[in-house]
């Protein structure tokens, strides 16, 4: 990873320098329980709401780059995306097939507390495509998807380095 791919991570969870983001991110903040979702741990050390969080900044970032017209629309669906509930580690009969079928119960969930546009709702209900067969229909549903899977994928790495440095260091190799 080079310095500017690690410093735009370092962006995307420690701080966000730009009030257009902030306005949205406090604006669903204050419609919806998005702040409860820090009491789920997502993948290893970050929670849910800082994956949702990080995701949608990525996505901003990417946005802005190329003037996307919806940007409102598809950070308030990426804010969102993950808007489930619950914690997925948690075996729940209730619950099965959780890859796919996340996005509709991050849909009806927020929906339930904001009226979305087709833009929003497309970005939450298409962002595990190609898991879920139907592909995005916006752009900025194409970036969020990506971001997300940006986004895991350094989670799951992080997580998984942590460990592996941790096993090392219990067994004296470092
Ligand atoms: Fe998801
Ligand atoms: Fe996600």
Redesign the pocket.
């Known amino acids: 990873m080079n310095n500017n791919q690690q410093m735009l991570l370092n962006e995307v969870y420690m701080y966000h320098e730009s009030q257009e983001f902030n306005n949205i991110l406090n604006f669903i903040n204050e419609k919806t329980a998005l702040e409860s979702c820090k009491k789920y741990s997502h993948h290893g050390h970050t929670n849910l709401y800082e994956?949702?969080v990080a995701?949608a900044y990525l996505s901003y970032k990417i946005l802005k780059r190329v003037n996307d017209k919806n940007l409102d629309e598809v950070i308030i669906g990426a804010l969102l995306?993950?808007y489930f509930l619950y914690d997925w580690h948690i075996p729940d009969d209730n619950r099965k097939l959780h890859g796919i079928n996340h996005p509709i119960t991050a849909l009806e969930n927020a929906k339930k507390e904001l009226a979305l546009s087709d833009i929003s709702q497309d970005v939450i209900k298409k962002?595990m495509f190609p898991l879920t067969l139907t592909p995005p229909k916006y752009f900025g549903s194409w970036v969020v998807s990506l971001s997300?899977k940006i986004i895991?994928t350094q989670e799951i790495y992080d997580n998984f380095s942590f460990k592996i440095k941790h096993y090392m260091k219990e067994r004296s190799f470092i």
């Open positions: 994956h949702s995701v995306h993950d962002h997300d895991a």
